[in-house]
């Protein structure tokens, strides 16, 4: 294109420099052909005479002839063009001035862009033309003007910077204005969270969780076993249970002392067993409706998943996009029971893979995991363990015991505090063998623990029990300082 735009009458955009430019430096090192080749067409010339040239080196290039003032004049005397570019003379002057050829791809980008700006031009006036003519109706016109600058864009190669592509994300004033990291529970659980209790059936996981509902319904002040403060009150608890019908549940809810909270006059707890019908739906519009401001309570996690609870897979495929449903929808945090693997009942250690069942996306998408595991069913003794903790240092192992105070007094009861207690290692009761005594396995470690130790001691008398757990900790072995003060009795009997 070359003379005024017809609407406006103005020059249009080029840089005839930066053609000469471009064309120069080929006759000059017909290598940077190939570098105007991945910018350039012949269109994006504005003068006619520069794109036949153009189009010649190009046909040139793919015969892999030389391209100079000869050839292209060969070239164009074939196909009857050299009279229409100037002749010789032009040829002859297509090198002279030329800046430094490594600057092709600078003179090429020019050139596109003025190219670019010349066919917006060209669109916009012919959108302009068919807008004060009127003859289509308006929507035709927009749809037209549309793909025409579509179009443009698309040709141009460039990359067109979206207006609001910063929307996308968050600005720094967001953080500056956003709530501080809070927990419901203090160094329990996390606010705007998911946390999960893991354990084996039948090992006290729904006692734990109406012990949970209960401090957060106490509100602030209140604590949870006499260990864990209430940092807020709760709005709602909202506890879904479908693998337990009414009247069960109704008893635990009396033995916990919150069946009040169910009343009209209180209205804090929402509940849904299996009588209400089949499991719910997590993005059902009315649960994510009472979501907002709630503690939810899935007991158990399992039952609202989509595929087989031991598959990590599975999980893929709903629960852990419900959860994030249900806190985008307002939720205060998700609590979940959820089942260990059988072969948990024989392990001596609680991590995340061996107490949660499917542990690989459950794991990912957790704030907080404890591992609970009943190590006295007479008195209903928990022992429980942090397995993840996310943006805050978890207390150590802990116990609490049910019996008799859920019955007396309608709660758990702290049995061994955090420093007190030792790990599961230390604190669940031997497995014995047939023969008696602990398992040749089990005892086989115990003395090469010991002698480690004695080992260790040797070189240095004055080791902390500390400074033992970390030597340990060192070789892959966990044990707690309980364990190691037994070891170190031995080691000096």
């Known amino acids: 294109m070359s003379g005024a735009d017809p609407v406006l009458a103005r020059p ?48 040139l290039g793919e015969r892999s002839e030389p391209i100079n003032s000869v050839s292209l004049m060969e070239h164009l ?16 002057r297509l090198g002279d001035g030329m800046p430094r050829v490594t600057d ?17 031009i060209s669109s916009t006036a012919r959108i302009q033309e068919e807008a004060f003519a009127a003859g289509d109706d308006v929507d035709v016109i927009v749809g037209r003007a549309k793909e025409a600058i579509a179009g443009v864009i698309a040709d141009s190669g460039l990359t067109i910077e979206p207006a609001d592509w910063r929307s996308m994300f968050h600005s720094y004033e967001d953080f500056e204005n956003s709530a501080p990291l809070t927990f419901s529970i203090g160094g329990f659980l996390q606010n705007d969270g998911a946390t999960f209790v893991g354990g084996l059936s039948g090992h006290g996981k729904t006692l734990i ?22 940092e807020e009150n709760a709005v709602r608890v909202m506890y879904l249970i479908p693998e337990c019908s009414l009247a069960p549940f109704r008893h635990r809810l009396k033995l916990f002392g919150i069946y009040g909270c169910l ?16 499991t719910p739906r997590l993005d059902d519009a009315r649960i994510l409706f009472a979501a907002k401001g709630a503690h939810v309570i899935l007991d158990t996690a399992a039952r609202f998943s989509t ?39 024989k392990e001596s250690v609680m991590r995340l893979e061996n107490v949660l069942r499917g542990s690989g996306d459950i794991g990912a998408m957790l704030s907080t995991a404890w ?89 240095q008398p004055h080791l902390s029990t500390e400074d ?10 966990e044990v707690g300082d309980r364990t190691v003060r037994k070891y170190r009795l031995e080691v000096d009997a």
């Not at 009343?263 to 089949?278: E, I």
């Open 307 to 345: 595929g087989d609870e031991n598959e990590a897979g599975d999980n893929q495929r709903g629960l852990a996009s419900d959860i994030f449903a249900l806190l985008g929808a307002g939720a205060r945090s998700v609590i979940a029971a959820h089942h260990s693997p059988k072969p948990f009942a």
């Open 209 to 230: 969780l109406c012990s949970i509902a209960k401090a957060l319904l106490a509100g602030k002040g209140a604590r949870l076993w006499d260990l864990f403060p209430v």
């Open 12 to 59: 249009l955009p080029r840089n005839l420099e930066a053609e000469a430019s471009v064309l120069g430096a080929i006759v000059l090192d017909n290598r940077a052909l190939r570098t105007a080749m991945q910018v350039l067409r012949a269109s994006d010339f504005s003068l006619p005479v520069n794109q036949k040239l153009f189009t010649s080196m190009l046909q």
């Open 371 to 459: 591992g609970v595991k009943q190590i006295d069913a007479a008195s209903n003794v928990i022992h429980i363990e942090n397995l993840k903790p996310r943006d805050f240092q978890p207390c150590g192992p802990f116990e609490i015991v049910g019996r008799p105070h859920i019955d007396d007094a309608g709660d758990f009861r702290l049995h061994k505090r955090p420093g007190e207690c030792g790990t599961l290692a230390d604190e669940q009761p031997t497995e014995r063998s047939k023969g008696g005594g602990a398992p040749s396995q089990v005892r086989e470690d115990r003395r090469a623990n010991i002698a480690r130790m004695q080992r260790w001691l040797g070189e």
């Open 263 to 278: 009343s009209p006059n209180d209205d804090r707890l929402l509940v849904r067993t299996l009588s209400a019908g089949a």
């Open 104 to 120: 092709t791809a600078h003179y090429a980008r020019i050139v596109k862009r003025k190219s670019v700006l010349r066919n917006l």
């Open 77 to 92: 005397e074939t196909l009857g063009q050299l009279e229409s570019i100037g002749g010789l003379d032009v040829l002859s």
């Open 468 to 477: 033992l757990v970390s030597r340990f900790a060192q070789e892959g072995i």
